[in-house]
C-alpha cells in the first residue's frame, strides 16, 4: 500500500492493474501511455539513484507529470526487504517487492495518462461537486487538522508516554532520549514543509531537509513515525537528524524503514551479547545507540556488502546463520519484521499479526 499519485496516474493511463511474468534478460523499464505498452531499455538506469531515474525519464518523455515507480540500489541487489517507490516519497514499503522487481530486470514502472476519474463517472458534475464537500468537511475535522499540522511524527511523543513506544529492540515501551526524537525536535530541527498524495485535503506528509551534524536531501521526504520508531527509539537513538537521515538513506536505495531497522536493532542485540564481534561486523562498533554505525550499515544493507550482506536477508535469517541463540533477539513473525506497535499494549494486533499470512503487517491487523 502507497500513496503518492503513481495508482491514479495508472488509471488514467488506461489500466487498473498491472501483471509482470518473467524476466527481462537485461535491465528495462515499462512506459505506459493512453492505454498502450511499451517495455524500454534501462540499461542506462540500472544503478542509478531513483531522483535521477525519474528526472532521466521524465526529461526523455518531455513531461514532468509522468508518473514513475521505480526501484533503488536495495531492489537491485535483491534486498530480502527491498520495497518500491513513487515520486520519491511514497512506498510499497512491506513483503520485499523490490526485491521482485529486481529479480525480473524491472527498474521502474512509467505512467502517463490524459483521461480523469470523473470522465468515467454517470454524473461527473455532482461527483466533482461532492468531492469538493468531502475535502472542506474532511479539513475541518480536528483530527485531520492535527494531522496536517503535525503528521505521524507527533505521535513520538504519547506513545512513549503511554508505555507504547519499541525501544531498545522491544525490551522497553519507553524510550528515555524520547526528547531528541518527539515532535517538537522534528519540527525545530528537520521539518521544512507538508506534502500530500493526490486528491488528499489532509496533506499530511512531512518535508524535510538538514545542512547540519548531517546532510538530508528533501527530495526523498520526511520520515513518518514507523521510521521515526524504526530507527530512533528501537536502536536508542536519540538524534532526529540522525534518524532523518536513514530515512533519506532507505528512500534512496529503496529500503524499507521498519524492516531495516529492526534488523539493525536486532544485530546491535547480537552485537552487545556475544553473538557477533567486531571481526563480524567490519570494525563497526554496533551497539544500541551508535547512531554512525547505524547508519554505515543501511549503506552495507543496500549494496550488499560485509555484514550488511547477511542483514540484507532479514532478521529471521539472519539469525539462522548467527545460530547460537540470536533467534531470540529477531523480532519477527513469519520472517516479516515487527512494525513499531506495542503488540503487548494493542493485543488485537498482535492477534492480527499471527494470523496475517504476511506476518507482522500493521496495515492489515490495526
Known sequence: EAGGFWGPGLGFAGF??????????QPVYLWIQDGQAEIRDARHLWGQDP??????????????????????????NLVRYACVTNELRHFNGRTGMGAVMGSKNLKAVAVRGNSHYA???????NLKELGKALA???????????????GTPDLVGGLSAAGMLPTHNFHQGSFDGVQGIRYEAFSDQVLTGHHTCFACPIACKQEVEVNDRYQVSKAYGGPEY????????????????????????????TLDTISTGTTIAFAMECFENGLIGLEDTGGIDLRFG????????????????????????????????IG????????????????????????????GYAVSETGADHITST
Open 290 to 321: 551508535n547512531a554512525l554505525a547505524m547508519l554505515e550499515m543501511v549503506e552495507l544493507i543496500a549494496r550488499r556488502q560485509g555484514f550488511g550482506n547477511l542483514l540484507a536477508e532479514g532478521s529471521r535469517r539472519a539469525a539462522e546463520k
Open 136 to 150: 472542506v468537511s474532511s479539513r475541518e475535522h480536528p483530527l485531520a487538522l492535527a494531522m496536517h499540522n503535525k
Open 51 to 76: 531522483e535521477e531515474v525519474q528526472n532521466h525519464i521524465r526529461a526523455d518523455a518531455a513531461d514532468d507529470k509522468v508518473r514513475v515507480l521505480q526501484i533503488g540500489a536495495g531492489g537491485e
Open 226 to 253: 514507523e521510521t521515526i520508531g524504526a530507527f530512533g527509539s528501537l536502536c536508542c537513538v536519540d538524534d532526529i537528524q540522525a534518524v532523518a537521515k536513514a530515512n533519506e538513506l532507505c528512500n534512496k536505495y
Open 324 to 351: 547460537r541463540g540470536a533467534i531470540k533477539y529477531a523480532m519477527q513473525i513469519k520472517g516479516q519484521e515487527l512494525p513499531m506497535h506495542e503488540v503487548r499494549g494493542k493485543l488485537g494486533v498482535g492477534l
Open 16 to 25: 487498473e492493474a498491472i501483471i509482470i511474468k518473467g524476466k527481462a534478460a
Open 119 to 125: 470522465d468515467h463517472a454517470f454524473d461527473p458534475q
